[in-house]
């Protein structure tokens, strides 16, 4: 059967997580039922987690755990669409595409993760450890029945979260260091100017420094620490530093000091580091490094799949190490809702079995994960 007719039309591939709910997936499928032949349509909304290469799957081994799934039968119609209740973006689609489209909606469950992704080797090649969410069309006998590669389409959508309006307040940390033999201490005090950051944001770090010991300070390090922990099936945690500053900074015994020092945390100076958390990307999108997690309380972090945390951390080196931890967040600033677009000016996002190049239109039955357009 071919489907280089059927499309899939959304507003948008991502969905934002407010932490207490999350945006609905909506859209249009485009159907011809005189191809179906017989068969049903659906929609299905999954979210997967990876954790090995494609190339694995040629042993027999499935390197992904379906997080979850909600399929949805469009055609025949189970509900006549003038009952249906649609959204904004629904209605406009319905009346641009004709009769022969159906709309589709999902809630997400409040615990499911957002998109994220470690970024692999220069060198490694295919899908590796991410959080990835997928909208997917097909035709089948049944729900259950097995679909072949030719009758579905594919498309990544995101799930992501934006900085919260209300923040905490600014991170500060102080410690007193005691000596042997030295009849006093040495007080340290780091602070940052607020709780969240957005990305691109230079981080200001103020220290200062009391050094009433009889100790030299003989360094000064500074670095921005990514804690990112793998929660859904092993729960290990990868701490990268995103951004380092090495100050020689010297400071006598009985001296003081108060200086502000600027971090800038980007993915741009880590591009080349695996294990490094991302935010999760749409195919042919850049990234950015994953935003910090905000959890709704109450749910299992077990199900969450990767868990993102960050922290300045500063180090004194008095013959051994002195060194403070200041929890931060960053995250990407909530975008203007308050725009409202004319039906001639929105822009709809299409999907089409036609526009996967390269694809072998077999027999083979099994799914696929293929590229967007």
């Known amino acids: 059967m071919c489907w280089s007719q059927v499309a899939v039309y959304m ?6 997580d407010h932490v207490n709910s999350v945006e609905p997936v909506d859209g249009v499928v485009l159907i011809d039922p005189e191809l179906l032949k017989g068969k049903k349509a659906y929609v299905a909304l999954s979210c997967m987690f990876r954790y090995g290469r494609d190339d694995m799957d040629v042993l027999g081994l499935s390197f992904r755990r379906d997080i979850y799934l909600s399929t949805r ?15 904004k973006v629904q209605e406009k689609l ?22 994220v992704g470690l970024q692999p ?3 490694d090649v295919g899908k590796h450890c991410a ?31 934006f900085a919260p ?21 040495l007080h340290v005090e780091a602070s940052l100017e607020k709780q969240t950051f957005y990305h691109g944001e230079p981080i200001h770090v103020r220290v200062n420094i009391n050094n009433e010991s009889n100790k030299s300070v003989k360094n000064l390090i500074l670095s921005v620490d990514q804690i990112a922990t793998v929660v859904l099936y092993s729960n290990d945690s990868y701490m990268k530093s995103v951004d380092l500053l090495e100050s020689e900074e010297y400071l006598e015994a009985g001296e003081k000091m108060e200086k502000v020092y600027t971090l800038l945390p980007l993915l741009a100076n880590n591009k080349k ?23 709704k309380e109450g749910v299992l972090k077990e199900v969450l799949g990767i868990l993102v945390s960050y922290r300045v951390t500063v180090k004194l080196i008095v013959g051994g190490e002195v060194g403070l931890e200041l929890p931060f ?37 099994g799914n696929i994960s293929a590229g967007e357009p």
Request: glycine share 4%.
């Open 329 to 365: 967040q960053l995250m990407h600033p909530k975008p203007d809702s308050g725009i409202i677009c004319s039906e001639e000016e929105m822009v709809f996002e299409e999907f089409k079995r036609a526009n996967l190049k390269g694809m072998k239109e077999d027999e083979e039955e």
């Open 165 to 185: 309006e209300k923040t905490g307040p600014a991170p500060s940390m102080s410690i007193t260091r005691d000596f042997l033999m030295s009849d006093k201490p």
């Open 273 to 295: 580091r695996r294990g490094i958390a991302l935010d999760g990307k749409l195919k042919h999108e850049d990234t950015n490094l994953a935003s910090s997690s905000v959890i």
């Open 121 to 123: 080797a220069p060198k």
């Open 94 to 115: 319905l009346r641009k595409l004709g009769d022969n489209a159906y709309p589709f909606f999902f809630e997400f469950p409040d615990n499911l993760p957002c998109s």
């Open 73 to 87: 039968q469009i055609y025949p119609a189970l509900q006549d669409k003038k009952q249906c209740t649609l959204t």
């Open 11 to 16: 507003g948008k591939r991502d969905f934002v």
């Open 131 to 161: 959080v990835e969410f997928e909208v997917k069309a097909f035709s089948a006998e049944s729900q259950d029945a097995k679909v072949r590669k030719r009758s579905t389409v594919h498309l990544m959508i995101r799930k992501v979260q």
